[in-house]
DNA sequence: CTTATCGTTCGATAATCATCGAACAGTGGG
DNA sequence: CCCACTGTTCGATGATTATCGAACGATAAG
């Protein structure tokens, strides 16, 4: 069924706490979402740590960190352009972003 | 073996952002946490959510805390006085406990 | 000393999560 | 139009994690 299509999202008011923290909890996925701070990233530029990891994996860590309303996952193109909800998170949980990203942002 | 024993506590330096963050991404380990905000707790004055919880299951909450260092569980007479690791989050991760527990501690 | 209380550890089972190949579907280029 | 490219979904397997009863040790109280 699906290629290049929307997928859904949690809205701001429904993103838990609990579920950010699992989605950040990992590695991994922490590192994709340090490397949004600085903007959007297309998934291609997106390596996170290891570069050849498997297509599959990485999607499933996207679902992950979308799900809980961590990124942001929209068609760009062929490919897909991910964005870190900041904005969602920092009304939801004030702080959390840039303690959890070492990221003071003044 | 052990009753009341003292139990191994990660070092500040030892503490990792992503072990924390597991540790609170479980609602009732959360709220544990919330629970020792506003100071130290005996285990046995500490109900989380379900009063009636199975020990070893409390039991092993409080292990997930301790490893992460999120808390400290340390004998104090018959029972356990459990503390928030406060400063050491601080210290390690600045605003993240209070992001997290939505404390402003002004 | 004997007994009740508290909480950890062990062990077993269930549930959840991670990993990755394969198949598939949009998209854009030739 | 056809093909190469990108990334999601499916399905299977293995690894972690959760849950809880039972047993044990240590302490405090009587």
Redesign the pocket.
Known sequence: ?????D?PHPERSEIQLTEVL?ALS?P??LAIARQLVDGPL???ACHATDPN????????????LREAGVIR?E?H????LLTLRRDDLEARFPGLLDAVLGVTTA
């Not at 069924?1 to 299509?5: L, N």
């Open positions: 069924m699906p290629g290049v299509v997928l699992f990992d991994e996925r297309d998934m291609a990891l498997p297509k599959s994996t990485k999607s499933h860590f996207m679902k992950v996952n068609p193109g062929r490919q897909r």
